[in-house]
């Protein structure tokens, strides 16, 4: 929404001194004073711009400032050059109204800056494009050359402008700058010759000299130095402040962006080096013999120079500064001109020559910028003209330009007047007379055709006969004497005999803008402004590009017996033209006022300030603004700013603006008096009432602030706690599902531990049947395979090169085994199985074999022997068994028994007759029958006893007789005790309290012992009633004899004893038997 603002807002003092109330000077200046010391450089009268020269850059000339005043409104904001440059263009473009902008004040002032400032304003506001661009470019870089050219350094201003300047922009119908015409009003050129102390020439000569590369300054015949310059002051040929070099650079740089060829820049400079040169050349007098002093030049180089610059023949240059030709009808005379003449005549060729390459330039620049010719072109100007100058001495020049501002002023007020009263009239408010000062009267004594100082100059100066300044007063005196504003010590008036302010050679104009005493020296020769012919046909052969346009009078085809116009007439009609030119457009009007001498910020200096304001005529401008009503604005605008002071008006207003307005106005109780309405315009006649609604509407602000601020805050808490509230909400609900989230994330992972359990047993059940059917299908597969293998092996093996080696290799064992088998039927031992011979084992790998069919077969062998066998001879082996196992190993004596068959009936007693009885006797069969050696107790000698052995018993009997000395049944033998070693002893031992063991134990002695004891242990064994019978093999034993025991020791035997075994009675106890060792 675009905010709607006013000049009243924020004001600094006021912004427009059509308010200002009490309206006095002391009022208007300090209100000025007041402002600028604000920083507040602009100030309206109505819509006249009041600017202050800060004499320092401000932030007020920035883009974005140019956006902000961009198709605003005049009033809405604070005063602004820029205001006034929008308000001009948008009725250019909108409304189609040419504009001219009329920039005034005095020297120093700011009119330069500000017409650039407007300029750059419209620039930056109007269409782009590159045409467009092009244009606006070249119209801005104008300002460089011609300032570089037109302006110098004087002791009010560092940049014055020494030229007037008209510029039209011509626009398009949309707006588009489309091209420019600059006009350009009476150089100061006597600037050229001389400047005042402290004063400088144009600038361009100083950058010149100080910019130019090298190269240029010799190819211009130049030298760095400013004091080689005649033409150049030099005690202030440095400013504080102004870089000349680079200036000039920038100048260049304009030339070309405006257009400027390369060689029409040498050219320029070539000028301007030329006029440098020309101050340089000096005259001397030389006498001539009819006593008139005729001049020369002193030094001639100079002159040879400036000729190359200007491609003139040095002779006729030098012939025009001794000569001066006049032609009257058909006559010419030539007479020598002195050294003050010919000093004359250069610096009038200087100046002349300047000043045209100035004109020059500006057509050249037109000619660059002018607009393509069409149909019609709005048209904005902007005139920067010189501004009112009082000097110490006032000549000719500021004569001139002090007519020009008098004219501007004219206009001004005739303007201003028309606008207002055009505005009562487009309004319908009734038009009251102003009362204001007119200064028609003084332009009418400058300029009257018959009778203005200017007519009367020109007459004196066509006039024949002796014509000087004084010549000129006097003609003054005597006409101008009766004008109130003329003053002169001489004139008729007797007022000013004795005003010593007034010198006699001077005479004095009240301006309206003050009062100005010219000295009227010179006012003849600078209105004739003379260059005599010689120079302008000297000019005009030479060989330059730029002197015949320059001096086109001097073509000798052309000879012009009139005389050219004068400086006065020329810029009398200038000033017209322009007049004329200002009074078809809208005005605008910047009044510049430079707020002191120093050119310092921050310096207010009331009474130049005054000053300014006195000869501007801003307080008449305020009172003509004001005489009727000092306070006009639009009904919208009014009704919008005070609405807020009426119940009905606010805060709407649904009707007409100026039924608001009114209904307003009678609310407020404003006398009827003090406003009138206008048809589309509130108008207020004093700014009291303005002011008085301005405090009631601050006041009502500040209530509707509070009021806003009341409500706004219990908005802003309202929507905080909801805020909170909603924040709350927005919390609970982001917690809770977070709260639910974390539940759901909870249930949804132990769902997931259960479902994944589940299915980790559901897989590995599934993965178990699948592993079983897998490992099913493998072992079918397997087996099928193996099937197959087999079958396909069974069935192919026969086929397999592998089973060959493996078939050879079993058919070579077959036939090894075979041979073998074969080989050993036919090697075969014999039957007897005591024969330990076998054949050899034929391979190594046939031992086990070998070895196990050897024990087979002895098995076999044994197997056969045994089954061949008799019950007797069976019974004889089996006594053989049981004798080794009794004595095998324990008894020496066993190893020659066992190759002795048991005979057992060794004495053949059932045939034996002479045993016969012995034998009957036997109530068994006898089993054993031999001659046994009873041992002797006594003496250890044997004595030959028959043993026989029954079933029952065992009996021993004389050997001669057979008696039967001692039978003792088995059951009474507890034991038998033999010796380990080879004889044949051995004990019977009884049962103690048997009836056979009266006698005591028997020892007695065999040579079949082993048989002897065998069958007495079998016999023993089988025994019905019998225990088992003990073998006691030992070396030692105990014998019981009768009452005695004795122990029977077998030792082994010496040699003494020979083959034999003995025994001997040691002791009663003790029966040695002695065993050779060797049986
Ligand atoms: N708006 C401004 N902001 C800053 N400085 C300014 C402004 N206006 C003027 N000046 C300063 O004041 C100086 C003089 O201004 P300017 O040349 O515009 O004066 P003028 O009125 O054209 O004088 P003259 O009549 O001699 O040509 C400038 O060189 C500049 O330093
Ligand atoms: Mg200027």
Known sequence: MEVKTSLLDNMIGVGDMVLLEPLSEDSFIANLRNRFDHNEIYTYIGSVVISMNPYRSLPIFTPEKVEEYRNRNFYELSPHIYALADEAYRSLRDQDKDQCILITGESGAGKTEASKLVMSYVAAVCGKGQEVNKVKEQLLQSNPVLEAFGNAKTVRNDNSSRF?????????????????????????????????????????????????????????KLDRDFSKYNYLSLDSAAVNGLDDAANFRTVRNAMQIVGFMEDEVQ????????????????????SRCNGNDESRIKDKNDLKEMCELLGTEQTVLERAFSYRTVEAKQEKVCTTLNVAQAYYARDALAKNLYSRLFSWLVTRINESIKAAPKSRHKVMGVLDIYGFEIFEENSF???????????????????????????????????????????????????????GILAMLDEECLRPGTVTDETFLDKLNTICAEHLHFESRLSKSSKFLTDHSLPHNCFRIQHYAGKVLYRAEGFVDKNNDLLYRDLSQAMYKANHSLMKQLFPEGNPAKVNLKRPPTAGFQFRHSVGTLMRNLQTKNPNYIRCIKPNDKKASHIFTDSLVCHQVRYLGLMENVRVRRAGYAFRQAYEPCLERYKMLCKRTWPHWRGPAREGVEVLMADLTVPTEEFSYGRSKVFIRNPRTLFSLEERRRQCLQDLATLIQKIYRGWKCRSHFLLLKKSQIVVAAWFRRYAQQNKYKRIKSATTVVQSYTRGWQARKLLRELKYQKRCEEAVTTISAYWHGTQVRREYRKFFRANAGKKIYNFTIQR?????????????????????????????????????????????????????????????????????????????????????????????????????????????????????????RANGKGTARIFLLTKNSVVLADQKTGQVKASVPLPDLTSVSVSTQSDGFFALKLKEGSASAIKGDFLLSSEHLIEIITKLHRTGATAADSEQLNIDISDEFLVQ????????????????NGNSVSCKRKNNRLLEVSVPSTV
């Not at 100061?188 to 000299?209: A, C, T």
């Not at 014999?830 to 024969?835: A, Q, R």
């Open 164 to 220: 007037g300047k008209y510029m039209d922009i011509e626009f398009d119908f949309k707006g588009d700058p489309l091209g420019g015409v600059i006009s350009n009003y009476l150089l100061e050129k006597s600037r050229v010759v001389k400047q005042p102390r402290g004063e400088r020439n144009f600038h361009i000569f100083y950058q010149l000299l100080s910019g130019a590369s090298d190269d240029t300054l010799k190819k211009l």
């Open 267 to 286: 050219s320029v400079l070539e000028l301007v080096a030329a006029v440098l040169k020309l101050g340089n050349i000096e005259f001397k007098p030389e």
């Open 397 to 451: 020049e500021q004569f001139i330009i002090n007519y020009c501002n008098e004219k501007l002023q004219q206009i001004f007020i005739e303007l201003t007047l028309r606008e207002e009263q055009e505005e009562y009239i487009r309004e319908g408010i009734e038009w009251t007379n102003i009362e204001y000062f007119n200064n028609a009267i003084i332009c009418d004594l400058i300029e009257n055709h018959q009778n």
């Open 816 to 936: 090894i085994m075979q041979k073998y088998f074969l080989g050993l039927k036919s090697t075969m031992p014999s039957m007897s199985p005591i024969d330990k011979s076998w054949p050899v084992k034929p391979y190594l790998f046939l031992d086990g074999v070998h070895s196990d069919l050897r024990r087979i077969f002895h098995l076999w062998r044994c197997k056969k022997y045994r089954s061949e066998f008799t019950e007797e001879k069976k019974a004889v082996f089996e006594e053989k068994l049981e004798a080794s196992e009794i004595f095998k190993d324990k008894k020496a004596l066993y190893a020659s028994s066992v190759s002795q068959p048991f005979i057992g009936d060794y004495l053949e007693i059932s045939k034996n007759p002479k045993y016969q009885k012995l034998n009957s006797a036997m109530d068994e069969k006898v089993l054993l029958a031999d001659v046994v050696n009873k041992i002797n």
């Open 1041 to 1056: 004899f009768k009452h005695d025991k004795v122990c029977v020791k077998f030792i082994q035997g010496g040699p003494k």
